[in-house]
């Protein structure tokens, strides 16, 4: 680590002069797509993390309440320790290593792991009731300001389309479709990241959910397509439609919403994770061009085709689709290797 980390060394001061500890040993930890860094320490025979958020970029309160709601329901969140919001430290219970993308690309057992993250996503979404009443809104003002993330971000400056005025007006349309259909779902707590980077692998009360910060009152198909649709990773769509079918089922046995029929529930899913996915191209595209992080171009290709796969299934998506065929698929490799060459020769 860097001897001129200003950061860092204000975090040693508050675990030693402010809290008392003593520890052996700090190591990085990992980092995220945000400006939120996490160290892991050591005291004697334990592990701790201790997060580092910038209070002039981010703002662990937010985290901090969400911590309150999600706890008492049973899931297994990193418990806090200490916290200082002002200074944007906060120390947690160390939940290892291994989150659910590096055990499914390995050994691990797909049906386990999917089991136990989706009886967490029914505690979360049945239980937490009264929790997501204190969120916020995941209504028509921040789904819009999302969709709006990939003309901006995704076509415009990765690709540098040049849109005509028709083909705006048709995206614009396609996106209030979307909008329309996620308000038209039962409302829940949501997570909004609840994938394969965020749920770690642990003996106890498995999965550890972490990067939970941002969670909204919205729809309940939102976290099932962010777990089944991972962008990371990707199942046959046989598949993920048998463990949607098993979701569903779990969730009308505990007397949950869902839908007329199983068709209702899968439209639910799709639609919802159109708009999920082309959101995070726009995201994706921003964490480059505006945080300097080129690492996530190398997931816009199955972004892309979760949305262009949804298009097909849907006849009020169906001009988008052909969109996506015509002008968007086609560019996407290009601007890839564009971006591949200017930071393997930067100038």
Sequence with gaps: MPENDARLALLQGWLVRDLGLRPARLERASSDASFRRYFRVTFGQG??????????????????H??????????????VHEADAARGFVLLEDLGSTHYLAELGGAGDARRLYGDALRTLADIQLRGAAAAAQLPPYDRAPLARELALMPEWFLDRHLTLELTGAER???????????????????????????????????????GVIDFQDALRGPIGYDLVSLLKDCYISWPRERVLEWVSGYRSLLESRGGPVGGNTAE????????????????????????????????????????????????????????????????????????ERVAS????PA
């Design 169 to 207: 007006e048709m995206i614009d349309a396609a996106f209030e479709f979307l909008i329309q259909e996620a308000l038209s779902q039962p409302e829940v707590f949501v997570h909004r990241d609840y994938h394969s980077r965020n749920l770690m692998v642990v003996g106890e009360r498995n999965p």
């Design 265 to 336: 529930f899968v439209r639910w899913f799709d639609l919802i994770g159109a708009q999920r996915h082309i959101k995070v191209l726009g995201i994706f595209a921003r964490l480059w061009y505006r945080d300097g992080k080129p690492g996530y171009l190398r997931d816009l290709p199955l972004t892309l085709e979760y949305v262009r796969e949804c298009c097909r299934l849907y006849p009020q998506l169906a001009a988008l689709a052909d969109f996506l065929e015509r002008r968007v698929a086609p560019e996407l490799p290009r601007a890839n």
């Design 66 to 79: 969400v911590t309150a709601l999600l706890e008492p329901l049973g899931i297994h969140v990193p418990h």
């Design 47 to 64: 592990t701790m993390i201790v997060m580092d958020a910038p209070p002039e970029t981010e703002d662990v309160r937010p985290y901090l």
């Design 342 to 345: 200017q930071t393997a020769h």
